[in-house]
């Protein structure tokens, strides 16, 4: 057997400076399309997703996000990227809003089959005690001989975190009183 520790993961995590500003706004307005707008992909656990549009979005808040997502996405592709990945061509966003009410989860699954996207990445709006880690599978945790591992991260408000599309992952449910709110979204590039 050979051994190939060069298989090695980066993710990029990241906090937003001025969160504690912006995520109220952000949930007053996600809440708002909760509250009006079906679920894009209805789950049994209580988990509400928004259309794929959160790229488009039109109240000041969400854009503001919007505009610092790309920003933050935008460094993470110069540091996570191989070199000269991008070939200069523009960088294509798709994003989401996730509502989750307590008890609610997400399945395992990855996004590498939304039409071959490279980097996905999350960012929590809100993110109370308990809410809900999400948990990332090493890519070799397919192949039987291997042990294979999984990486837990603790949302926070505030948090970015960006990873290769490919890794599967899933999201514990949430244990606390309070919903979680987290935008989502995947680079084609
Ligand atoms: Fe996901």
Redesign the pocket.
Known sequence: MIETPLFHISLLSEEEADHTTLNPKVAEEVLRRHNNEPSSAPSLSGEWRSQKDFFQSQTPACMLLRDKIVETSTAAIRELAPPGETRGQRVNFEGWINVNPPGSF?AP???YSDSISKL?G?YYVAAPENCGALELLAPQSYWPRNPGGRYTLEPKAGKYIIFPSYIY???QPNASAEMRISV?WNMRF
């Open positions: 997400n699954h990855n996004h996905s999350i992952h899933w999201v989502a």
